[in-house]
């Protein structure tokens, strides 16, 4: 589900971004009961950080892309992006946090999501992450550096949809990805299926956020 803006007031420019990732959220609770699902998130116009105690992936690609959005009051923007994309992943210890700045009489309002803490990981396959900031420890097995996207056959594939990518620019793939201390801000993640073990979620006023 993405977030779309439409103008109006202040209050419904909040709901437009947070109604979506409450909704979203509430999809995967009950989702969890019955299985993976798919899942995409996006906040219209703005980045949200997300940490992870570790994550682990096969079939790992990245490459440069930009994505399209809105900002909040309904303008049309472009983000240069690094597209990192997994054929499979369990994370651990995962956090997804988002600050809505300047509501009216509550100010700044911030949502939080967890899920992986426990001794189930979340998992996920087709997993593509837009980010534009990481930082964590890796070790990349079997890594191939400079490679055509198109070519980068290792991965799931290029995401394609909204996102712009040059077919014929710089990549990476590698067999195995290990991250661990794992810190990033993003635009979006897709995945074709998504299990958010031990799920919680808290909305509060505010800035509060993952890192």
């Not at 999809?27 to 798919?38: H, K, S, T």
Request: glycine letters at 12%.
């Amino acid at each position: 589900m993405e977030s779309q803006v439409r103008g109006g007031t202040r209050w419904k420019r909040f709901a437009v971004v947070m109604v979506p990732s409450v909704a979203a959220t509430a999809a995967i609770g009950v989702a969890l009961a019955q299985g993976a699902l798919a899942a995409s998130f996006s906040v219209s116009g703005q980045q949200f950080k997300v940490t992870a105690d570790s994550l682990q992936g096969t079939g790992f690609s990245q490459y440069g892309a930009l994505d399209s959005g809105y900002t909040l009051d309904g303008k049309k923007t472009v983000h240069p992006v690094a597209v990192s994309a997994f054929k499979s992943a369990t994370i651990k210890g995962l956090c997804q946090s988002v600050v809505t700045p300047d509501i009216p009489i509550l100010g700044n309002v911030s949502l939080i999501l967890k899920a992986g803490g426990g001794a189930t990981p979340v998992e996920a396959d087709n997993l593509y992450i837009d980010l534009d900031e990481l930082s964590a420890d890796a070790t990349f097995t079997n890594i191939d550096i400079g490679v055509a996207a198109k070519d980068a056959t290792k991965g799931p594939g290029m995401k394609g949809g909204g996102e712009q990518a040059n077919p014929y620019g710089f990549a990476q793939q590698a067999e195995k990805a290990e991250l661990t201390g794992v810190k990033q801000t993003a635009w979006a993640t897709t995945a074709g299926t998504f299990k958010l073990s031990g799920l919680k979620m808290s909305v509060s006023t505010g800035v509060k956020e993952c890192y």
